[in-house]
């Protein structure tokens, strides 16, 4: 089994930065193309970066282009989301996601609550 763990979530003010990890198990993390996914109270989820395998090629949305950076450490299993210039509208549940391509997510972490205050 793969199983994903986010953390890094909390309160901020407008303005302000946040660093959230996806630790991922197994051995199979060097494989994925590895996502980051958000979804706000009352809306459908929206992937907001992806980062490929091994040439770490990204992907943002633009609501967050430029503001957000993904990046990934194979070695140490884990992929990280540093978030800038945070918004209040960046408030939502934050998730962690793999899989062997872009078009298909397998693997999902539980969530980590993002909130920031106007």
């Known amino acids: 089994q793969v199983q994903l763990a986010e953390s890094g979530g909390g309160l901020v003010q407008a303005g302000g930065s946040l660093r959230l990890s996806c630790a991922a198990s197994g051995r199979a993390f060097s494989t994925f193309v590895m996502a980051w996914f958000r979804q706000a109270p009352g809306k459908e989820r929206e992937v907001i970066a992806t980062i490929s395998q091994v040439l770490g090629r990204t992907y943002y949305a633009d609501s967050v282009k430029g503001r957000f950076t993904i990046s990934r450490d194979n070695a140490k299993n884990t992929v990280y989301l540093q978030m800038n210039s945070l918004k209040p509208e960046d408030t939502a549940v934050y998730y962690c996601?793999?899989?062997?391509?872009?078009?298909?997510?397998?693997?999902w972490g539980q969530g980590t609550q993002v909130t920031v205050s106007s």
């Open positions: 996601a793999g899989g062997p391509n872009s078009r298909v997510y397998d693997y």
